[in-house]
């Protein structure tokens, strides 16, 4: 019904810049709030930032002021701009979106399937 597709991640120095991409697409009438997670090897998976359809948004506060999300709702696509990138950023990065395919439905959580960062020398 609805695919989420990341793109983006890759290896990167310490202090460098990536930016990630999740496009979601197929049966969507609306999608809500859409959120980046991140999943550290041998750890939970975490909240990195969250973006409403109107655009408010949360960061964590782990990255906040290097991290930054965004959205284009014409293009039901959410984006991590990722900077001063530390080795503590590692991680599987997935997104994820509140999605409506109905206008009589309440949104339904569609994950990707995520996209590895790897911050190291």
């Known amino acids: 019904q609805v695919q989420l597709v990341e793109s983006g991640g890759g290896l990167v120095q310490p202090g460098g810049s990536l930016r990630l991409s999740c496009v979601a697409s197929?049966?969507?009438?609306?999608?809500?709030?859409m959120h980046w997670y991140r999943q550290a090897p041998g750890k939970q998976r975490e909240l990195v930032a969250q973006?409403?359809?109107?655009?408010?948004?949360h960061h964590a506060d782990s990255i906040k002021g290097r991290f930054t999300i965004s959205r284009d709702n014409a293009k039901n696509t959410v984006y991590l701009q990722m900077n001063s990138l530390k080795p503590e950023d590692t991680a599987a990065y997935y997104c994820?979106?509140?999605?409506?395919?109905?206008?009589?439905?309440?949104?339904?959580?569609?994950w990707g399937q995520g996209t590895q960062v790897t911050v190291s020398s």
């Open positions: 197929g049966s969507i009438f609306s999608i809500n709030v």
């Open positions: 994820a979106a509140d999605v409506v395919l109905r206008p009589t439905d309440y949104a339904r959580a569609f």
């Open positions: 973006i409403s359809s109107s655009g408010t948004t």
